[in-house]
């Protein structure tokens, strides 16, 4: 008698109360898919009642209906779509036990609501095909959701499939745009009137963005291409070339154009064609010579990309100085324009291929870039070239961009445990340790960054050995595209294997050993390579770099390392003290000594760099009698600002006994040398180096070793 009062107390309450529970099941004995009657709406019907009859084992489970009050079979349940452009959210869902209530705000929305609906009865119905399609990342409850971003592009090689960025709700350089980032020159005929001029001196180097030439070459390109925007709105990125050079010709300079400042003239420009298009939506970046903003407002469909390069990735901003500027620079632009989007950094430009955790420090960022008003995200990462885990992080950095509230943990672990049935235990193991161990460090990851970086802030090379090791093991064990995918996952952390063997030298597990003094490869080396060497078999695994990174010259080098082992150094028992100042990230002498040569594929590979002053040396060794012959080597590598040294002293007791000219090496275009003779005085206990930097560029030094030999 008691739990019956009680029941009916709980039915009372909940009647006063106007409460009922959150439906979100979306399973049924089958789907009567219905819409809205107006054709976009019946449009979208008709792909999801496709989809759904494409991927069911019993046709008879789907339905499409038209028209008013459609008769719905027993143990069905009814799926309406509305495409409603007055819609104030992005979508809506209503949900209950005989109706989801689906409506979208626009088309793009639609195909990927579609597609979280699909998912999402693919795991409750298993008559309904979807191991195709990442996890859905929304409940099917009563809601009125709008995406935390409008503008979401994750430049990782996974979502420059189109037709995955679509499932997953993503923009994508090659499909929604008709030009993008400094491409200008890839539409536009350089000649007299569409040149720059520089203090009246016409330049080939940048544009004159006030020509009516280039105004008509562009209002041309985009009719003849893209056409009014009715069918299809594109985006269209109007830049200047990448340097600092401002046009200051008459028209630009009345245009409000100064030496620095080239804004007025590109805003002007844009604005027209943002009249001509009204479709069309017309962007620039506010990036050197057009960082600041103009003095005359944007339109409506028109706005600015901000580059976050100064800002630090991977850790909390909030209170950070390199944010606080950026923020003022936003909220600069901010005062002309609402459409505000930020080319943000997802990647280590100079090493693709070393595991990079990205998730944790993104959601870090999130709130920042959404209170500054902040609408839009281009990530800019490895774009074309693999990485590895960039099918999990094109994924999660997805969703978070759509709801920063999700988890990125949880959002991995029900990725991998989708896509990788077999191995999922592993892979968000190591890589959710990953995403742990930068999160406890609190260190930024660097854009640009050394080997050595990734060990200090969070790569443990021990753990990766260990994962790497077990990789292999289970690849074997998997099958069809599991297997396809971990195998080039194998074979670009071979890459990975290597750096980590390098970085250990002649420690275990390390790359290098002394035999008949000689330094030589580990045997196990041969086996790190044989797998990297798979990388011809996927057309997107050719570069570990941004730049002239081929992996076929990093494992030439290897290769070079085997076929011309190293003399013992017999500095590899003697003592180096700088006379100069070091740079900071560069004070481990050992790297001169090692008896291990650099890798002429990449600066982060075994060289010294010195920027900050000629690098000046003492050396100290008790074998200095038994010395007959001095190697060093140099990096000459002119876009990256390292050019070989102009001379290189050698210095005894005081006095200059040497003055050496480092000479190409005849083997490597990138090389230059000095091998000279070289002998002391018995009981000559130490002597200088003084290497002379190059005047030009930066003047940034690389060696890799001083060598000693007998």
Known sequence: MFRFKLALLCILLCSLTSCKAEYKGVKADGYIITSEEDGVSQKWQNYLYNQLQKRANNKAKVIKSTGVNPKIPAGFKEVHIEIAKDLKNDYCVENNAAKINLRMHDEKTAVWMIYQLIETIGQQDHNFSSLDLPPSIIEFSDQCTNFDFSYRDVHLAPNLDVDYATIIGTNTVDDDWGIWAHNLHKVVKLNEATRAKINGVPTDEQYCFSSDDLYNQLKAYINDNYGSGNKKPFRFMIAPNDNDLVCTCE??????????????????????????FPKHFFYTLAYRTTQKPPDTELLDNSGVFISTIDVPKGIEITGNKKFAVLKGIVLDWKKKTNNLYLWDYISNFDDYLTPLPILTGFKKQFPDFKKIGIKGLFLNGSGYDYSPFDDVKTYCAAAIMMNGGLNADSLSARFFEKMYPVSHKLLTKYYSGLEQKINETGKAYALYGSFKSATRNYLSTESFITFYNALTKIVGSTSGEENEKLQKLLTALSFTRLQVAYSLGYSSGGA?????????????????????????????????????????????????????????????????????????????LSTLNDGVSGFSSSYHYGWMLVSQD????????????????????????????????????????GKIVKSLSPKLDPNDGKIYQVKENLTFEKGTKDFEIKIIRNAKGKRTLACDEILLTK
Not at 251 to 270: F, H, Q, S, W, Y
Not at 622 to 628: A, T
């Open 251 to 276: 028209k630009c300079t009345e245009a409000g154009n100064d030496n620095r400042n080239a804004t007025p003239a590109v805003i002007n420009l844009i604005n027209k064609l943002s009249l001509d």
């Open 512 to 588: 290098f050993v002394i035999d008949q003094d000689q330094v030589k490869l580990n045997a196990d080396i041969d086996v790190y390579l044989n797998q990297l060497r798979n990388f011809n078999k996927y057309k997107d695994l050719g570069n570990f770099k941004e730049n002239d990174g081929k992996l076929g010259d990093y494992i030439l080098g290897w290769q070079n390392l085997a076929k011309y082992p190293a003399k013992r150094n017999l500095l590899v028992q003697g003592k180096l003290q700088f006379l100069s100042i070091p740079d900071e990230d560069y004070t481990d």
């Open 614 to 653: 000629d690098l000046h040396l003492k050396i100290l060794s008790n074998n200095l009698s038994e010395v007959r012959k001095l190697s060093i080597r140099f990096l000459n590598e002119p876009h990256s600002g390292i050019y070989a040294p102009t001379m290189v002293q050698i210095i005894v007791a």
